[in-house]
């Protein structure tokens, strides 16, 4: 397998399963994996938060590790880069507002490069106007509002373990499901290599 260069799309808050399994799995597998955030630059920290489904209606949150950067967002380009993926936590409910961050993720949409969202990382895709007509899966309490833009919304398994690939796009529902998605994600990238 040839070497990939990844961009992983964090913030504060970032689900700490989803980001730190992809960019350790990758890096281990040989491949440059960039970790930015809007307004921070390599060398400094994100928050990350610990999610776990503990029998309540809902998922809980704990705060978890500092996650360190080790690219500037401000200097990426789509062009770059051979995929993008986006961990969910609570980082994308507020990317999703950054100008530059649905830009890039049209640029990589359109260039028909890999995208894995994970979990709530689908709300990135969804404001960046990707997902119509795109089969997906995500976090269940996300099926409304993947609906609403147009995608056709594929539950979940029950442990959430499961990736559901759309040509180039790949989406999980949680980080049960980190290594369905990242195998689903760099056989995306295997097909585009080829």
Known sequence: ????????????YVEDYEAMFAFH???????????????????????TAVHDFEGE?????KRGHNFRLNATFETVRAEDYD???IPGGRAPEYLRL???VLELTREFDQAGKPIAAICHGVQVTAA??????????AYPALQPDLEACGAEWQPPAPDLDN????????????????P????????????RGA
């Open 1 to 12: 397998m040839p070497a990939y260069r990844i961009l992983l799309l964090v913030g504060d």
């Open 25 to 47: 799995a990758l890096q281990m597998l040989g491949h440059r994996v960039d970790a930015v955030c809007p307004g921070k630059a390599a060398g400094e920290v994100v928050a």
């Open 57 to 61: 209606q809902t998922y809980s949150e």
């Open 83 to 85: 995929g993008l993926i």
């Open 98 to 100: 950054n100008r530059r």
């Open 128 to 137: 960046a106007g990707i997902m119509r007509g795109r089969r997906c899966t």
């Open 163 to 178: 990736a559901e690939t759309d040509g180039h796009l790949v989406t999980a529902p949680a980080w049960p499901a980190d």
């Open 180 to 191: 369905a998605a990242i195998r689903a994600f760099l056989q995306a990238l295997e097909v």
